[in-house]
Nanobody
């Protein structure tokens, strides 16, 4: 069974950067689109970004466009989220998720993704 583990979260100052990793085990991610979600305290989980199975297509929430970059290294069975120019409103638990696809990412909503990591905390604060 596919398992996902996030890492790379932490405490950073506004304007700082973090790179999150999503490592898969169980089987390869080659046939899976990978998405990042986040959930801030007291708020619903929201989609952040998605990358297609071969990395040829990506999507981003408007709130992170121009600041975040999603990528993947299928040889390492790992996906990444590079987060730059971080803002306090980016503070959340970040989750990666996967879904088997034949092409581009589906809409980045929870119901479209069947495999989930446990999350990693990102805190942006002075």
């Amino acid at each position: 069974q596919l398992q996902l583990v996030e890492s790379g979260g932490g405490l950073v100052q506004p304007g700082g950067s973090l790179r999150l990793s999503c490592a898969a085990s169980g089987f390869t991610l080659d046939y899976y689109a990978i998405a990042w979600f986040r959930q801030a305290p007291g708020k619903e989980r929201e989609g952040v970004s998605c990358i297609s199975r071969n990395g040829g297509s990506t999507s981003y929430a408007d709130s992170v466009k121009g600041r975040f970059t999603i990528s993947r290294d299928n040889a390492k069975n790992t996906a990444y989220l590079q987060m730059n120019s971080l803002k306090p409103e980016d503070t959340a638990v970040y989750y990666c998720a996967a879904v088997r696809t034949v092409g581009v990412c589906p809409r980045v909503v929870m119901r479209n993704f069947g495999s989930w990591g446990q999350g990693t905390q990102v805190t942006v604060s002075s």
